[in-house]
Structure formats: C-alpha cells, structure tokens
T-cell receptor, first 114, second 114 residues
C-alpha cells in the first residue's frame, strides 16, 4: 500500500511571504492530521480532519495558518504571512477511522524562513 | 506543560544487548500509547502500540510495557541491531473522544554501537 505523500520536500521563503503544503493520505484513511515539528521537539498537532470536516484545530494559529480538505482526500496547509518561528518540518499523517488506530506519517516538508 | 516526557535525549547501547527507552506521562486520560522510530529526513514510522487495558505488548524484537499507576511506559529492543539507530518518539492519546491527535515526547536518540 502506498504511504502518505507530501510535497514539496523542502521550501525556503522569506518572512511575510506565503507558502502552501500538500498531502495525499493513504487510500481509505478517513482521518488526516497536520503536525508541526520544530527542531529538537516532538511533532505537535495543528489540525485534524475526519473526511472533509475539522475535528480539532485548537492548536492552529488561525491568524496565519489555514488548512482544507475539500473532497475528503487530499489536504493543503497554508501559512500567510510566514514568521521566522514557523521554520519547522510540517508532517501529514493519516489513519483509519475507529479507536486505537495508529497514525502513519509522510516524510514531511522542511520549511526554512529567511 | 509537557504531558509526555522522554527524559533521556540520547542512549548508547552495544549491538546485541537490550535497549530500554523510557517515557513518562502526566495526563491520566491517556489510554493509548505508541512508539515511533524516525530516521533523518524521513517521517516517523509506527513501531508498536499498547492500550491502557494491557500492561505488555510484544512484536518480534520490540516489547512495550505500561505501568499505569506510575504513568510510565518503556520500549525494550532485544537484541539491538545497527539498523535500530534512530530517534524514538513516545506518543499518547485519549481515544475516547473524536479528537485523537497524538501528544509526543521530545524523543530519545538511540545509538547502537558495533
């Protein structure tokens, strides 16, 4: 089975610019997550989708971050405008619906803000 | 406030010996625990999990132990192999609600020495 696909792998932008990341989850996985991993830390949840609905976005900085999953499959995460502290790896994960299902991660997008 | 703690940033073990990675949590609502392994420039890979109704789960060379009263879990790898050198993340979640984003520790860098 194909894994979680993310693009781009790397992105370098200047502060105050905008950037978007794309994620394609494992086929059949109804739940999709975006995490932010800052260097030296564990991943931190930004947002969780169940099909195309938002389940949890309590840790998403909504003044600059937005995410969507319009058709319940692919998802995009956008940052506008970017700040220096947004430099991180952005990880997408997906899981099957139901209790106690492990999340499977993509390789992430490494974002550097200059 | 770190709800999942991995107090050893790094651990060095000789090839063939047992590796023991530790994790503590503070949120008594957590009922599902996972270990992930991460190589550089790759996303976290699911390794093994345990539900709070169990105290042990085994999968090949990997065993996870859960001590609920101490809010402590550990991952045992026996025997340790060079390919086990990676960063290991402990993660926890309360699976009883709709929101099931993982809470991660900061990770432990395991180094297997020949």
């Amino acid at each position: 089975e194909a894994g979680v696909a993310q693009s781009p792998r790397y992105k370098i932008i200047e502060k105050r610019q905008s950037v978007a990341f794309w994620c394609n989850p494992i086929s059949g996985h109804a739940t999709l997550y975006w995490y932010q991993q800052i260097l030296g830390q564990g991943p931190k949840l930004l947002i969780q989708f169940q099909n195309n609905g938002v389940v949890d976005d309590s840790q998403l900085p909504k003044d600059r971050f937005s995410a969507e999953r319009l058709k319940g499959v692919d998802s995009t995460l956008k940052i506008q405008p970017a700040k220096l502290e947004d430099s991180a790896v952005y990880l997408c994960a997906s899981s099957r619906r139901g209790g106690n299902q492990p999340q499977h991660f993509g390789d992430g997008t490494r974002l550097s803000i200059l | 406030d770190q709800q999942v703690k991995q107090n050893s940033p790094s651990l060095s073990v000789q090839e063939g010996r047992i590796s023991i990675l530790n994790c503590d949590y503070t949120n008594s609502m957590f009922d599902y625990f996972l270990w992930y392994k991460k190589y550089p420039a790759e996303g976290p890979t699911f390794l093994i999990s345990i539900s709070s109704i169990k105290d042990k789960n085994e999968d090949g060379r990997f065993t996870v132990f859960l001590n609920k009263s101490a809010k402590h879990l550990s991952l045992h790898i026996v025997p340790s192999q060079p390919g086990d050198s990676a960063v290991y993340f402990c993660a926890a979640v309360y699976s009883g609600g709709g929101a099931d984003g993982l809470t991660f520790g900061k990770g432990t860098h395991l180094i297997i020495q020949p």
